[in-house]
């Protein structure tokens, strides 16, 4: 997948206690990047899209990604769309899933303050070692080294999607082209996985996704969104640090 | 008006009408009919508000057997007021949400209680059907702050090493 993970433990607990949990965190982070990544020709998702599988025959995860890709296509009208740039491609939920798994075996294992960036894309638990709800900072859309948001977070998830980092990645389903109007699309909100679905749903959507994230609070999903030419819009209920 | 029915209603009970739990892209459905309220039991005879709030007196939708509005009108017996005793339907009104019906009852000539059905199934429903949520326009800050982690679009390997993210995992070493 090509991108870094932080992980951040702030429980008190034993050395080589916190050890173990890191390592089995990039353990099953590993099991998921052979499974799903489209780079590596003999994992999962390749043999699945040569045919080599049927969907009966695929594991229980890769069951679930799909299913799961199924219905936020539904929920995001068809912006969030495995087949969008042409052979079928989980990872832009794959990538969020598996921080939210993750984050669940950590806390699981005993680790109820924790804090794993995948690349962008936050899950956090409880409270940072000083005792402090998680402060995350969203990265200005054009400014690499400020912020536009600073969010106060213990339990939840925060993910974006943007178009200044890998280019014009997103596309936008209903034409096939590169999505354009928004710049940068931050999603908090239970889940991480559903998080990121909306986040790159949005993108997709262009300025008109400004209407569908507000619809989204009352299902405890907020949203930040930039536009290309510089508006900077946000939820009521955004957990903004004071 | 079915504006001023949702209005009507939510003052005379109080807590918000809304039972639906999310608004959605997709065209609410509703899924089961609204169940008739039994009012046999309810009201007082002696207390001719039902309000909860005290605001309003009655629903906006009249039963077809009433006469009158006059419902605050005190001591009066049966027939005095022109309203006939018994319980009675208003119209079910029609909105995108569903079916929202008022029923009344009448003792003494006093309407003693008021309910309304509405829908409980179904993707969504508001006592504000007009209104729109909206993300609020702000001005796009550049700070620097405190903070534990960055989230911005995916990063590659290579922009990483320049990212706040790096520095900060580097600082908590």
């Given at each position: 997948m090509g991108t870094v993970v932080s992980i951040d433990l702030a429980d008190q607990l034993p050395d080589d206690k916190l050890t173990k949990l890191v390592e089995d965190t990039c353990a099953w982070l590993h099991e998921v990047d052979a499974r799903f990544s489209t780079f590596k020709d003999d994992s999962e998702v390749c043999r699945f899209r040569r045919g080599e599988l049927t969907l009966a025959e695929c594991s229980p995860d890769m069951r679930h990604v799909l299913d799961a890709c199924a219905d936020l296509w539904r929920h995001t009208d068809g912006y969030f769309d495995a087949n969008a740039a042409g052979p079928l491609d989980p990872s832009g939920y794959v990538k969020g899933w598996s921080v939210?798994?993750?984050?669940a075996r950590l806390a699981a294992a005993g680790s109820l303050n924790h804090c794993v960036n995948a690349g962008g894309d936050i899950r956090m638990r409880g409270t940072n070692a000083e005792g402090s709800p998680?402060?995350?900072?969203?990265?200005?859309?054009?400014?690499?080294?400020?912020?536009?948001?600073?969010?106060?977070?213990?339990?939840?998830?925060?993910?974006?999607?943007?178009?200044?980092?890998?280019?014009?990645h997103v596309i936008n389903p209903r034409t096939g082209k590169p999505a354009s109007g928004l710049r940068s699309v931050t999603v908090v909100g239970p889940d991480l996985a559903i998080a990121d679905a909306y986040a790159t749903a949005a993108l997709a959507m262009g300025e008109s996704g400004i209407t569908w994230l507000a619809k989204l609070g009352p299902q405890g999903y907020e949203s930040a969104?930039?536009?290309?030419?510089?508006?900077?819009?946000?939820?009521?209920?955004l957990p903004a640090a004071v | 008006m079915r504006r001023s029915t949702a209005a009507a209603v939510g003052t005379l009970f109080g807590a918000a009408l809304i039972v639906g739990v999310r608004l959605s892209v997709s065209t609410p459905v509703v899924t089961a009919a609204p169940t008739d309220?039994?009012?046999?039991?309810?009201?007082?005879?002696?207390?001719?508000t039902p309000s909860k709030s005290?605001?309003?007196?009655?629903?906006?939708?009249k039963p077809s057997a009433a006469a009158t509005d006059d419902a605050d009108d005190a001591g009066e017996a049966g027939g005095g007021t022109g309203l006939t005793d018994g319980t009675f339907k208003g119209k079910g009104v029609v909105n995108p949400y569903g079916t929202v019906q008022v029923s009344i009852k009448i003792a003494d000539g006093k309407i003693t209680a008021a309910e309304a059905t509405y829908p409980t199934t179904g993707n969504s429903a508001t006592i504000n059907p007009g209104a729109v949520l909206k993300l609020k326009a702000e001005t796009l800050e550049a700070q620097s702050a405190d903070i534990d982690a960055v989230s911005g679009a995916t990063f590659t390997s290579k922009s990483y090493k320049e990212s706040l993210q790096a520095a900060l995992d580097a600082a908590g070493a």
């Open positions: 939210e798994v993750a984050s998680w402060r995350v900072g969203i990265r200005h859309p054009w400014q690499a080294d400020k912020l536009s948001w600073v969010l106060a977070v213990t339990d939840g998830a925060v993910a974006t999607s943007g178009s200044y980092e890998r280019g014009e969104a930039v536009t290309d030419d510089g508006r900077a819009f946000s939820s009521a209920g | 309220v039994d009012l046999a039991g309810s009201g007082t005879s002696a207390d001719p005290g605001s309003k007196k009655e629903p906006t939708k």
